[in-house]
Nanobody, 126 residues
Framework: QVQLVESGGGLVQAGGSLRLSCAASGRTFRTYAMAWFRQAPGKEREFVAAISWSGDSTSYADSVKGRFTISRDNAENTVTVYLQMNSLKPEDTAVYYC?????????????????WGQGTQVTVSS
């Protein structure tokens, strides 16, 4: 059974930090590229960050560059992807989704990934 389970969301004041986690299991996710997207109320889902299967390549949306860091832990049975979010702003408020792309080298901002998590809410107060 494929599972992508996000955690770590919550309410934080502007300027604060959160670390999101995504536990992926049920496939050989060590060979998958992984990404984070987010969706605010009334807006389209947007790309946040992505990481290749090996972790050697990463990409960030301009709006989060320098504040967010994506990383991964390719354990045997469960791959965990992290999103460290610093200097949070009210405009970062959204539901954050983890996504997996079976093309492990591909870093794409297009939400065409094969598997998605259920999302975790991040709310940044001003």
């Amino acid at each position: 059974q494929v599972q992508l389970v996000e955690s770590g969301g919550g309410l934080v004041q502007a300027g604060g930090s959160l670390r999101l986690s995504c536990a992926a299991s049920g496939r050989t996710f060590r060979t998958y590229a992984m990404a984070w997207f987010r969706q605010a109320p009334g807006k389209e889902r947007e790309f946040v960050a992505a990481i290749s299967w090996s972790g050697d390549s990463t990409s960030y949306a301009d709006s989060v560059k320098g504040r967010f860091t994506i990383s991964r832990d390719n354990a045997e049975n469960t791959v965990t992807v992290y999103l460290q979010m610093n200097s949070l702003k009210p405009e970062d408020t959204a539901v954050y989704y983890c996504a997996a792309d079976r093309i492990g080298w591909r870093i794409t901002s297009t939400p065409s990934h094969d598997y998605w998590g259920q999302g975790t809410q991040v709310t940044v107060s001003s």
